[in-house]
């Protein structure tokens, strides 16, 4: 059975620390990876995407990264802001069908 | 801006009555669209692949005849709860996936939702 987990389930920083949000998958085939961001009540938004031969990929603060032999894939934002906090969610796809992982919730204070 | 467009972003009903949702893709031709359902605090879970010109395909333990979906052109689909009950009071977002690229490189694009309240 296709499945991506997330950990942690919630995290809690202060403004412009960094931060570090994991997910492992077991979906087979796998095609590509995806982190998205999903604000409360709004559709999710694209951060990355990497497939099988992309090890790191960057998008401003957020830093992915991928390793395909143990299935595990990182998300690193950088000096956060109050405007991170949001749900992040992991997205892996395998014979074209999404699998959704739970999502990271991470609220940054100032 | 926004490449998929997703009406009404809010919705209440009374229960028995149904609801009709749209989703659109702007800049693309999008021959295949998602359908999930969202509860607080949970994660997206998808209802059912919406294919232009063919039968949505449905995943397990989603009613066919309660979630209908067509598909009728390359930049709509419509996802139609009938007869509302409270219990369907939820979160529900459209995808669509531009083929300008290969699968694997392709982004989902995501509308933004539609929350619905069944009183």
């Known amino acids: 059975k296709n499945q991506v987990e997330q950990s942690p389930q919630s995290l809690i920083i202060l403004e412009g620390k960094n931060c570090t949000l994991q997910?492992?998958?077991?979906?087979?085939?796998?095609?590509?990876l995806r982190w998205y961001k999903q604000d409360t009540g709004r559709g999710p938004v694209s951060l990355t995407i990497?497939?099988?031969?992309?090890n790191t990929k960057s998008n401003g603060r957020y830093t992915a990264t991928l390793d395909a032999d143990t299935k595990q894939s990182s998300l690193h934002i950088t000096a956060s802001q109050l405007s991170d906090s949001a749900s992040y969610i992991c997205?892996?796809?395998?014979?074209?069908?999404?699998?959704f992982g739970r999502g990271t919730s991470l609220i940054v204070h100032p | 801006g926004a490449v998929v467009s997703q009406h009404p972003s809010r919705v209440i009903c009374k229960s028995g009555t149904s609801v009709k949702i749209e989703c659109r893709s702007l800049?693309?031709?999008?021959?295949?669209m998602f359908w999930y359902r969202q509860f607080p605090k949970q994660s997206l879970m998808l209802m059912a692949t919406?294919?232009?010109?063919?039968?949505?395909?449905?995943e397990q333990g989603v009613e066919k005849d309660k979630f209908l979906i067509n598909h009728a052109s390359l930049t709509l689909s419509t996802l139609t709860v009938t007869s509302a009950h409270p219990e369907d009071s939820s979160f529900y977002i459209c995808?669509?996936?531009?083929?300008?690229?290969?699968?694997?490189?392709?982004?989902?694009?995501f509308g933004n939702g539609t929350r619905l309240t069944v009183t």
């Open positions: 997910c492992n998958y077991t979906v087979s085939p796998f095609s590509n």
């Open positions: 919406s294919n232009e010109g063919s039968k949505a395909t449905y």
């Open positions: 990497m497939t099988f031969s992309e």
């Open positions: 800049d693309f031709q999008a021959t295949t």
């Open positions: 995808s669509a996936r531009d083929p300008g690229g290969a699968e694997r490189d392709s982004p989902l694009h």
């Open positions: 997205v892996v796809t395998g014979s074209y069908i999404p699998t």
